[in-house]
């Protein structure tokens, strides 16, 4: 069974840095993608950014250049830098894992991340 669990959520001021991560355990076959999506109140659940098992990136237009995102490929973790965070970036933060060769997904359970003043 694969598990999804994350971290680095928390309140920070607007224009400040925060770094999530999220390590997967379980049988992960050599080819996936991983990475975050967030959902703000009132708002359906977005992509942030993922990366794939071969390291081609994609984000978001509104968080690029601001957020970057990583993984080690030993741990099965994926991180996700944020900076110049802003207050639309408001939301739960989840983990996304996608084992597009198996056909099955994961999710993590959430991490909040509040930026305000």
């Known amino acids: 069974q694969v598990q999804l669990v994350e971290s680095g959520g928390g309140l920070v001021q607007p224009g400040e840095s925060l770094t999530l991560s999220c390590g997967a355990s379980?049988?992960?076959?050599?080819?996936?993608?991983m990475g975050w999506y967030r959902q703000a109140p009132g708002q359906s659940r977005e992509l942030v950014a993922t990366i794939g098992s071969t390291d081609i990136t994609r984000y978001e237009p509104s968080v690029a250049g601001r957020f970057s995102i990583s993984r080690d490929s030993a741990t099965h973790t994926v991180h996700l830098q944020m900076r110049s965070l802003k207050p639309w970036d408001t939301a739960v933060y989840y983990c996304?894992?996608?084992?597009?060769?198996?056909?099955?997904?994961?999710w993590g359970k959430g991490t909040l991340v509040t930026v305000s003043s």
């Open positions: 379980g049988s992960i076959p050599s080819l996936y993608v």
């Open positions: 996304h894992l996608n084992l597009f060769m198996v056909d099955k997904e994961y």
